[in-house]
């Protein structure tokens, strides 16, 4: 059981087709015991970003970590295995760089990125992401509250995930520190000029 006063770091982003660059938002969140406060403790934000079609968010998110200044925040909670047009997350890399188990949840089921990925590049650059995605951890499905989410660990059994996901997740099935770091990605694109 996550004990009261755990902190975790959600990262979250706001994809735009008509920019080069893709926001990334860090939101640290505290938990109470089994569920989010429910008046939603943040602890804490910060902001990133990576290339749309890059290879560059690995470095971004871990850069977004160390940006955070948090060491108290015990897990690191991405919202997508490929930001910005399949700019895929090298999970196991940011953990061994964070120091800390990640956990990366999808929301919702698919066959999987190969395809699109294919779809998208060739030659090296396709090589690249493929391997990165084919190293990633097995995505399996959980129930948080009415909706099933799809996650992946990398530095922490699966039961451990799930823990941690439950205890972050009060309500709609988002783990409450990716939920903010998405509204908070969203803000600072309608705020940013285009």
Not at 4 to 25: F, H, K, W
Not at 37 to 50: E, K, M, N, P, Q
Not at 103 to 112: H, K, Q, Y
Not at 168 to 187: D, M
Request: hydrophobic share 40%; proline share 4%.
């Amino acid at each position: 059981m996550t004990k009261p006063g755990t902190r975790a770091l959600g990262i979250a982003e706001s994809y735009q087709s008509n920019r080069s660059q893709s926001t990334l938002a860090g939101a640290v969140v505290r938990a109470d015991g089994a569920v989010v406060r429910a008046d939603g403790v943040v602890d804490g934000l910060a902001y990133g970003s990576c290339t749309v079609g890059g290879t560059d968010a690995t470095d971004a998110v871990t850069s977004l970590v160390d940006d955070t200044a948090r060491p108290d925040a015990r897990y690191v909670l991405v919202g997508a295995v490929a930001p910005a047009w399949y700019n895929v997350l090298e999970l196991s890399t940011i953990h061994e760089r964070c120091d800390r188990p990640v956990i990366a949840v999808t929301f919702e089921a698919s066959d999987g990125l190969e395809d699109g990925i294919r779809e998208a590049f060739d030659g090296a650059a396709l090589e690249h992401r493929l391997e990165a995605y084919h190293d990633l951890p097995e995505r399996r499905a959980l129930s948080l509250g009415d909706d099933t989410v799809y996650a992946r660990a990398v530095g922490c059994e699966f039961t451990t995930a799930t823990e941690v996901l439950e205890a972050f997740t009060h309500s709609g099935g988002r783990p409450e520190p990716i939920r903010v770091a998405r509204l908070a990605a969203r803000a600072a694109d309608r705020y940013a000029p285009a």
